[in-house]
C-alpha cells in the first residue's frame, strides 16, 4: 500500500540533545513537508521541499534542519537550540502543485526526559 | 497575512443529527481549502478538497461548500454518527507571498456525537 511512514512514534530528547524524526513515502511525490502542532492548536509548517536536495524554512524554523537526499525520505532533525521541542510532529507529501492535496503520516511525538 | 479561524472549537450533539462546521479565512487570495480529519494521536486524513474556481465537493456523507469572496467555508455532515467523532480541521493554500502554495491551518473544531 502507498502512503508515508514516519518513525518512531513516540521519542524522548534530552536536554542538549539532537535528535532525528524519519518520514518516508512511497507515493512518489515531489513535495514534502513537515509540521509541528501543540495542543489546541493548529498546524504550523516548519520546512518543506519541493524537489530533491532542495528546501525552504517555513514560519518555524529556528532550531530544525532538514535534508532531501533522496525523492522517498525527508528527515527533520531536532537541535539542541530548540528550546520548547515537546510537540507532534507530521510529515506530509503531495504532487507538485499548488492546487495538489497533501497527504499526512501517523506523526511523531517527541518529549522531553 | 492569512489567519483562518474555526467556530465553534467545540461540539457535541446526538447520533443522527445534522450538523454543519464552520471555516473562515482572512485572505481570499487562495488556491484552494481542504478539510481534514484528525483522531485522538494520529495524523490527518484528507476529507475533501475544493479548488478556487469550485463552490462545493461531495463525498458520502461529507459536503464542503466554499465562498471565496465572504472567506468562508462550511463542512456540512448528514446523519452523524458516533465514529465520527474526531477534530476536523480546515486549510487554505495562500495565492501569495511567502506562503505561496503552503497550507495555513485553523485550529479546528472537536466533535462528538453520542450514541
Not at chain 1, 507529501?93 to 526526559?113: A, K, V, W, Y
Not at chain 2, 497575512?1 to 471555516?23: D, H, R, W, Y
Request: aromatic share 10%; with cysteine; glycine share 10%.
Amino acid at each position: 500500500d502507498g502512503g508515508i511512514t514516519q518513525s518512531p512514534k513516540y521519542l524522548f530528547r534530552k536536554e542538549g540533545q539532537n535528535v532525528t524524526l524519519s518520514c518516508e513515502q512511497n507515493l512518489n511525490h515531489d513535495a514534502m513537508y513537515w509540521y509541528r502542532q501543540d495542543p489546541g492548536q493548529g498546524l504550523r509548517l516548519i520546512y518543506y521541499s519541493q524537489i530533491v536536495n532542495d528546501f525552504q524554512k517555513g514560519d518555524i524554523a529556528e532550531g530544525y534542519s532538514v535534508s532531501r537526499e533522496k525523492k522517498e525520505s525527508f528527515p527533520l532533525t531536532v537541535t539542541s537550540a530548540q528550546k520548547n521541542p515537546t510537540a507532534f510532529y507530521l510529515c506530509a507529501s503531495s504532487m507538485q502543485g499548488f492546487d495538489q492535496p497533501q497527504h499526512f503520516g501517523d506523526g511523531t511525538r517527541l518529549s522531553i526526559l | 497575512k492569512q489567519e483562518v479561524t474555526q467556530i465553534p472549537a467545540a461540539l457535541s450533539v446526538p447520533e443522527g443529527e445534522n450538523l454543519v462546521l464552520n471555516c473562515s479565512f482572512t485572505d481570499s487570495a487562495i488556491y484552494n481549502l481542504q478539510w481534514f480529519r484528525q483522531d485522538p494521536g494520529k495524523g490527518l486524513t484528507s476529507l475533501l478538497l475544493i479548488q478556487s474556481s469550485q463552490r462545493e465537493q461531495t463525498s458520502g456523507r461529507l459536503n464542503a461548500s466554499l465562498d471565496k469572496s465572504s472567506g468562508r467555508s462550511t463542512l456540512y455532515i448528514a446523519a452523524s454518527q458516533p465514529g465520527d467523532s474526531a477534530t476536523y480541521l480546515c486549510a487554505v493554500v495562500a495565492d501569495y507571498g511567502g506562503s505561496q502554495g503552503n497550507l495555513i491551518f485553523g485550529k479546528g473544531t472537536k466533535l462528538s456525537v453520542k450514541p
